[in-house]
């Protein structure tokens, strides 16, 4: 794997699944991978999860790593190109990124929507000038369009907690593929979702909730595509039987907060939240900022006074419509406005096994990496 930007970028994802319960078993086994190899992590923007969790994947591989806060210790860096560098940057990326790439042997970046121009943020400049000057695979940490590692995570944690796992290959006296061989031998589920014997679809809703601040997009777009391909892996005849990752995604979300196509076609979309609620088995709770789809000139905007939306909050009048369902959320997250505080410490909550999920979606990723060096 040389780019990890977009769910495709990984095949198969109940190969990725089942080599995710294999890294969780032990994933102390393929130190001799990383020897003598260097992770670099690029930080523009803050972070605790991605930081902490993307490190120990890395060290639990066998790697070094150096972690790079650009904007704490490092030259201010200019991006654009044809500006006369009179200010107070005083290094151009043009030139910053090559001599980092000198230094390691795998990058990974984050550096989120700047909402400066929804052109700039969508075609992921400032990413796309690592990937094309750093001469390394680079791994995306959270871009102005997406958060791979956390959608990695969810998914993760979702097939985990699905319902009733349906029958094995081993069970079914199937075998899809050699990741299936590998979950079975070792004695571990399929990993497949679904609920009950014939694989009926679990529901999981993603809802916009207020926030007092404008936030980038990405872990929304993220999280639907991802929740996308996992529905889409099979056609519906064979979901839960074939070896279908049986899931039935909902979106909600107030008018306006439309997110792009390109993350989110084919996915349902209901504006009432406690119809989209009903049944629910997972609900996955983000605030995100206006996309600019509908409008482009409201791209990264908060469309309403949030204190006109705290109807939007989950709290238990919401997950009492559901099938008792799991609460996730990517954190941080702003109690009492995403949430509320019942909610997210209920036995319900999945936010802490979801951000441990993070060092094994950054491990399968930095494995398969370094397995293509
Ligand atoms: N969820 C997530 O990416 O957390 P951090 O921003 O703390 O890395």
């Known amino acids: 794997m040389k780019i990890f930007q977009h769910v495709s970028d990984l095949g198969d994802l109940r190969t990725a699944l089942a080599?995710?319960?294999?890294v969780k078993r032990d994933r102390y086994q393929w130190q001799h991978l990383g020897r003598n190899k260097t992770a670099l992590l690029i930080f523009f923007n803050n972070s605790l999860r991605t930081r902490l969790s993307t490190q120990k994947a890395a060290v639990n591989l066998g790697m070094n790593v150096i972690v790079l806060d650009v904007n704490q210790g490092a030259w201010k860096l200019e991006t654009e190109r044809g500006v006369i560098m009179d200010g107070d940057k005083s290094e151009?990326?043009?030139?910053?990124i090559p001599v980092m790439g000198s230094y390691c042997d795998i990058i990974g970046v984050r550096s989120f929507a700047r909402f400066e121009s929804r052109q700039d943020d969508y075609e992921e400049k400032i990413l796309?000038?690592?990937?094309?000057?750093?001469?390394?695979?680079?791994?995306?940490?959270e871009s102005a369009t997406v958060h791979p590692l956390q959608a990695f995570a969810d998914l993760i944690t979702i097939a985990e907690n699905s319902l009733t796992p349906v029958p094995s290959p081993k069970e079914r006296g199937v075998y899809s593929s050699e990741a299936d061989m590998i979950a079975t031998n070792n004695g571990n589920h399929s990993p497949l979702l679904g609920r009950g014997a014939g694989g009926e679809a679990i529901k999981v809703v993603m809802t916009w909730a207020p926030h007092p601040r404008a936030l980038p997009q990405a872990v929304p777009?993220?999280?639907a595509e991802w929740m996308i391909a996992a529905a889409n892996s099979v056609t519906p005849p064979q979901r839960g039987v074939g070896g279908g990752l049986a899931i039935d995604f909902v979106i909600t979300h107030p008018e306006g907060y439309e997110l792009d196509p390109q993350f989110v076609q084919g996915a349902r979309v209901e504006y009432d939240q406690m119809k989209a609620f009903e049944g629910a088995d997972f609900v996955y709770a983000k605030n995100w900022s206006c996309p600019g789809v509908t409008r482009p000139e409201d791209y990264g905007k908060v469309l309403h006074d949030y204190h006109t939306m705290m109807d939007w909050c989950v709290s238990a009048r919401q997950m009492a419509v559901t099938n008792d369902a799991h609460f996730m959320h990517c954190l941080?997250?702003?109690?009492?406005?995403?949430?509320t505080d019942d909610v997210i410490e209920g036995p319900r909550s999945l936010v802490i096994p979801e951000a441990a999920n993070r060092e094994i979606s950054a491990q399968v990723v930095l494995k398969r990496m370094l397995e293509s060096l």
């Open 221 to 223: 777009n993220s999280f």
């Open 19 to 22: 080599e995710a319960a294999e």
């Open 332 to 339: 941080p997250v702003r109690r009492n406005m995403i949430v």
């Open 128 to 141: 796309n000038q690592f990937i094309r000057y750093s001469g390394r695979p680079v791994f995306f940490m």
């Open 92 to 96: 151009h990326l043009l030139e910053a």
